[in-house]
């Protein structure tokens, strides 16, 4: 009997041990915080109602209702924490921070509040009955205003967070300017998401919120034979204007919060004459073209980025992304914003998504929010009081191209390399037309990089024989979020995004070799730039504080171009800069070495944001130009002097 009392002795140790083990292991991972803060809600809840909803509060009856709220409320809660919130884990917490207990103790709380009230409505301690309201204009009055106020807080919520989304982090000009340009293919698929993602889900809210605010009905509590109205029409009304307040004011700052809307409060009301004091009008501007005119090829990468780069390289990855870029990057001239080889251009405003990038390269300027009854994207329209890159080129007798995979229909560009330089435009629609792809084919945005490579060969080759010098343009496509991936590329990363970047950077590699190959390379500049920095918000979402800038370098500038080495490094920059170091990188000698707001980064001349400082510069830029809206936006004599010169050149 004593072995077998000592046995079961040691067997009882053992077992008491094993479980101070699990608790101590369960503390260390953090379960335990999880456990405690469900057990906490469920107590608070028990409490709540023994007192008011219980006929008896006897102590086996409490510890009952205790013991059954627990394990309802904490398995209830961590299930739908892990199949519906899709938390990783929820016994291996470390990686977890303090807020994420906080938020489980909300929704265990809300949970039991949940049964509370069933429970109460299932025992009949709360009923709801009908009520007969104050007919009132006023009262009336306050619930239609109630309903305004809630969907126009919930139409910017969900407004917001599809605009992240579709456009990713992006402010309220580029939205504005996107949803006022025609988008080509694309123009009834962004309508259609907007009412699909952001309208339909609005209007559903709208209508429980509706049901709510105009039904017609009281609470009563029931105990002991007593009754107590807990919730008439007057908390009705008052609650319901509480809600819609609240929606519209967290609606309201999370849009602002999220898409600067102060920005576009500046771009509408406040004036500056920032721009038209800096500006260097290109079309008056001495410029000296070599007496040999050198070709120009000028590639906009879609969102081709620095943070792709090895942080090795100033990069924010484990792995280098884009190391064949990296090699092209060594053997030309980068411009950088840091001490290091790569970096890039200030994120300015009117500068961030793709047609903006273009007109800034281009004219010069930002891409401001036009007023009044300018727009862009119509025929004759786009920036018409502007002298941009291809109207100096086109009067020097240039041949040029530009290049998409998609339809340059999308924020009118069409329109843009139309009326400023008469470009032969090869898009989306030019290859189907010309039988380049087959009938009906649309792949990604039009048709992949793979086969745009292979016709801006073809057209490269045949601009080279024209006799005259030649600009070509070109901008890719399949780096966009969430990007293409070739048939042909190899996986060589688990993410999609990641795989589209390697592939798409070899690509752009093997189609720079090419080049360099052909008899018309050794007097051709090329221009290579991220058109912006990627909108993909997943992808970067871990980023912090790094700061990222656009993919940029020239290869094989103009031999007669003066080289400082010091002008590479430490630069504060924007896109619209481009346009006369471009010019300058093919041997044009520019007066004054500024067009637009642009300045000649080769040169000694500071730019504006290395003169006035980038934040007090960009806070001129976001305001309204009346120079912009009046001499840029709409200019009959520039669309008159651009019809003469194309009649002049035919």
Known sequence: DRSVSRGLGDVYKRQILCVKILMQKIRERGCYMFLLMGSIASIIVSVLQISFFSSTRKVGTSIHTVIKNLFLVDLTSLAIQKYVLHYKHFLNTSSYKPIAFVKFFILALFVALVYLGINALVNRYISFEGETPKKTKGTKALKIISAILFFLGILFVFATIWGGKSFGNVGADQLIINMMSPAGDGDDAVYVDFIESAFMPCLLLMSLFCVFVFSNFKIVYHKNKKTKVLFNDFIHRAISLVLALAMFASGTVFGVEKFHLTQLYNAYVSKSTFIEDNYKDPKTTKL???????????????????????????????????????????????????????????KATGTQWSVASMV???????????????????????????????????????????????????????????????????????????????????????????????????????????????????????????????????????????????????????????????????????????????????????????????????????????????????????????????????????????????????????????????????????????????????????????????????
């Open 288 to 346: 000296v073209f070599p007496e040999k005119k050198r070709n120009i090829i000028h590639i906009y990468l879609e969102s081709m980025e620095n943070s792709y780069l090895s942080k090795d390289l100033g990069g924010n990855m484990k792995e280098n992304l884009i190391p064949d870029l990296t090699k092209l990057g060594y053997e030309g001239y980068t411009f950088s914003d840091t001490d290091r080889k790569f970096g890039g251009p200030k």
């Open 360 to 650: 800034n390269q281009m004219t010069g300027l930002p891409m401001k929010v036009p007023t009044g009854k300018n727009t862009y994207g119509t025929p004759g329209n786009f920036f018409p009081g502007a002298w941009t890159f291809g109207d100096i080129l086109r009067d020097e007798g240039y041949e040029q191209t530009v290049m998409f995979g998609a339809n340059a229909d999308f924020g009118g560009l069409t329109y843009l390399y139309d009326s400023h330089g008469q470009y032969k435009i090869m898009d989306h629609k030019y290859a189907l037309e010309h039988s380049l792809i087959p009938k009906g084919y649309k792949e990604f945005w039009g048709y992949e990089d793979d086969k745009l490579y292979e016709f801006a060969k073809d057209e490269l080759t045949r601009l080279s024989k024209t006799g005259k010098p030649f600009n070509f343009t070109m901008e890719t496509a399949d780096t966009h979020r969430p990007g293409y991936v070739s048939k042909k590329a190899q996986k060589k990363y688990p993410d999609k995004y990641s795989n589209a970047i390697y592939y798409s950077q070899h690509q752009t590699y093997k189609f720079i070799e090419w080049i360099k190959k052909q008899p018309f390379y050794e007097n051709t500049t090329i221009v290579m730039i991220g058109d912006h920095c990627s909108m993909d918000t997943t992808f970067f979402k871990n980023f912090g504080d790094y700061d990222r800038t656009q993919y940029n370098v020239i290869l094989n500038p103009s031999p007669d171009l003066k080289i400082d080495n010091s002008k590479f490094t430490n630069r504060q920059w924007a896109n619209f800069d481009m346009f006369p170091t471009i010019l300058a990188a093919m041997g044009v000698k520019i007066d004054g070495d500024r067009l637009g707001i642009g300045t000649n980064l080769f040169s000694d001349k500071k730019t504006i944001f290395e003169e006035y400082g980038f934040k007090k510069a960009d806070k001129q830029l976001e305001k309204k130009s009346v120079f912009i809206n009046e001499h840029i936006l709409k200019s009959p004599d520039h669309q008159e002097i651009g019809v003469r010169a194309s009649k002049k050149k035919k």
